[in-house]
């Protein structure tokens, strides 16, 4: 089946926790507008989250959208956030902009796997099936996960998972008919 790939299933169990949106909706499609630019209505506005529930001794946090289903052998980072303090527990639309400085103080995005240090929306190729994407929020013991800011989102998912206390995860979806 198309959708058996699970992107946590060779990592360290984590205790699971909430996060929400007012953007989106987990299960559901993604609007346009979190859409990439370059599809009718795509602006690549990243989506509003908010999270609750974290385990005790998290630190920071860092978020990830990732595509799993992209055709490329390695899934697809759209957007990848490190350092986010442990007393934020919120991102609004918007922040994952070119110049990110509506982040909290000492959070940084990672360039994603267009080499953009942005949020970049969804854009599956015409004709190959329904996307899911992880919106994840990461909790993690640690204040700073230690990343370089050139750093891949690979590279921050293998430094994170040693350092992960939990998961809060939305998936949201997308296609684009043939």
Request: charged letters at 20%; proline letters at 10%.
């Given at each position: 089946m198309l959708h058996a790939n699970d992107p946590f299933a060779r990592l360290p169990e984590a205790a699971s926790f909430t996060v929400t949106s007012t953007t989106v909706t987990d299960g559901a499609a993604w609007p346009q507008e979190q859409?990439?630019?370059?599809?009718?209505?795509?602006?690549?506005?990243?989506?509003?989250?908010?999270?609750?529930?974290?385990?005790?001794?998290?630190?920071?946090?860092?978020?990830?959208?990732?595509?799993?289903?992209?055709p490329t052998g390695s899934g697809f980072w759209h957007w990848a956030v490190a350092d986010i303090p442990?007393?934020?527990?919120?991102?609004?639309?918007?922040?994952?902009?070119?110049?990110?400085s509506g982040l909290p103080e000492g959070a940084f995005q990672l360039p994603n796997d267009a080499r953009l240090s942005r949020y970049i929306g969804a854009a599956p190729p015409a004709g190959h099936g329904p996307h899911r994407y992880f919106v994840v929020v990461h909790a993690l013991d640690v204040p700073s996960v230690g990343v370089p800011a050139d750093a891949t989102p690979a590279v921050l998912g293998f430094t994170m998972a040693g350092h992960t206390l939990g998961r809060a995860v939305l998936t949201v979806t997308a296609e684009t008919p043939a």
């Open positions: 859409r990439a630019s370059g599809l009718p209505g795509g602006k690549d506005i990243s989506p509003q989250l908010s999270w609750s529930g974290a385990p005790e001794g998290t630190e920071s946090y860092a978020v990830t959208v990732y595509d799993p289903d992209a442990a007393t934020v527990t919120a991102l609004p639309e918007g922040v994952g902009d070119d110049t990110g």
